[in-house]
């Protein structure tokens, strides 16, 4: 599985963005998708996910209601969408798929095998 992610950008406090995370090679119904986020001199940290199937939703408590997480199988590609940003959201963000079948480590970044390059949040206070 090949993962693209782009959407990133320069954006105020309090703006929006949407990221996206384009797949290829396998369908993303059969995955589990998550959305990392790395900050310089930070470990990567989990921001979203959806389990395969795409029903289920996990959000780390920083950003639970202000991003969503989204699919469209037609187009095999994932999205973040990023509301009410804030500085502390600037970071380098990452999508990730895997097929781990635990809940528990939906979580955890090494649950995930395929990764993408990441692309660059950054909000101005």
């Given at each position: 599985?090949?993962l693209?992610?782009?959407g990133?950008?320069?954006?105020?406090?309090?703006g929006?963005?949407?990221?996206?995370?384009a797949?290829?090679?396998r369908?993303f119904n059969?995955?589990?998708?998550?959305w990392?986020?790395?900050?310089?001199?930070?470990e990567?940290?989990f921001?979203?996910?959806?389990?395969r199937?795409?029903?289920?939703?996990?959000?780390?408590?920083?950003?639970?209601?202000?991003?969503t997480?989204s699919r469209?199988?037609?187009?095999?590609?994932?999205?973040?969408?990023?509301?009410?940003?804030k500085?502390?959201d600037?970071a380098l963000?990452y999508?990730?798929?895997?097929?781990?079948?635990i809940?528990s480590t939906?979580?955890?970044?090494l649950?995930y095998s395929?990764?993408g390059?990441g692309?660059q949040?950054?909000?101005?206070?």
């Amino acid at each position: 599985v090949q993962l693209q992610a782009s959407g990133g950008g320069l954006v105020q406090a309090g703006g929006s963005l949407r990221l996206s995370c384009a797949a290829s090679g396998r369908t993303f119904n059969n995955l589990n998708m998550g959305w990392f986020r790395q900050a310089p001199g930070k470990e990567r940290e989990f921001v979203a996910a959806f389990r395969r199937g795409g029903v289920a939703t996990y959000y780390s408590d920083s950003v639970k209601g202000r991003f969503t997480v989204s699919r469209d199988s037609a187009k095999n590609t994932a999205y973040l969408q990023m509301n009410s940003l804030k500085p502390e959201d600037t970071a380098l963000y990452y999508c990730a798929a895997g097929a781990t079948q635990i809940t528990s480590t939906i979580r955890n970044p090494l649950a995930y095998s395929y990764w993408g390059q990441g692309t660059q949040v950054t909000v101005s206070s």
